[in-house]
């Protein structure tokens, strides 16, 4: 009941003309697949030149962040009125934003909000580090961030919501959660925060993605997890042939 979501998030990579390459690589190979959310999300900068690309096509665009205020004197940030021209959706509250630039939970659930606001889907990031992984945090912290950052959402807007679950250990490293261990944080940590918030059914629409070095091989062992509804990939949506076998291992 939940159609399966693969977005790739570039994050600082590609100049225009390789984000160009790039979605051209991918092609129709991307396109002709079916029964799958597919959204690709590059640096500010190619999202223009992207969104000409993906014209009349069924893949969607995100940005990778945006400030939650409409306009005004925040020098060097981009509003959801300037994202909402161009994309879809957009990712909020990554962990690299919230380890280099000092986003909190606070400034996250300002950015879901205005996500709201602006009719955007909010792809909302969150997970664990190692420290707290190896502490045995990981359902404390992963169940404030969920409650947190989505603090406010209106229960019309719920089923709108995609959350990531990206521990920050598995990000980058190669070395991806087992398919159990995220399912487990999917299904008896973020799921039941979820219904907490807006209740059972609400609960059961919302898409959880995983992130953290998924590739082709490891996509299917985390899409057979009845919770896991999608990914979230990093370092192999920038390879296309690649990024479409994930998304291809998505399809139920
Ligand atoms: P990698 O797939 O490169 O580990 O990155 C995951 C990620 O942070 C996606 O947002």
Redo the contacts with the bound molecule.
Sequence with gaps: MRTPLVAG?WKMNKTVAEARELVAGMGQNLKRIQGVEKVLCPPFMSLVAVANLLGGTDIGLGAQNMHWEDKGAFTGEVSPVMVKEFCQYV?LG???RRTYFGETDETVNRKVLAAQRHGLTPIV?IGETLAQYESGQTADVVRRQTLEGLKGVDAAFAPRLVI?Y?PVW????GKASSGENAEFVHRDVIRPALRELFGEETAQSIRILY????TAANAPEFFAQPNIDGA?????SLKAEEFVAIVQAAVK
């Excluded at 598995?170 to 490293?173: L, S």
Aim: aromatic share 0%.
């Design positions: 998030n990712i990554h962990s690299e990031c990531a990206e598995a990000i980058g490293t992130g953290g070095s998924v979230l990939v990093g370092g192999a």
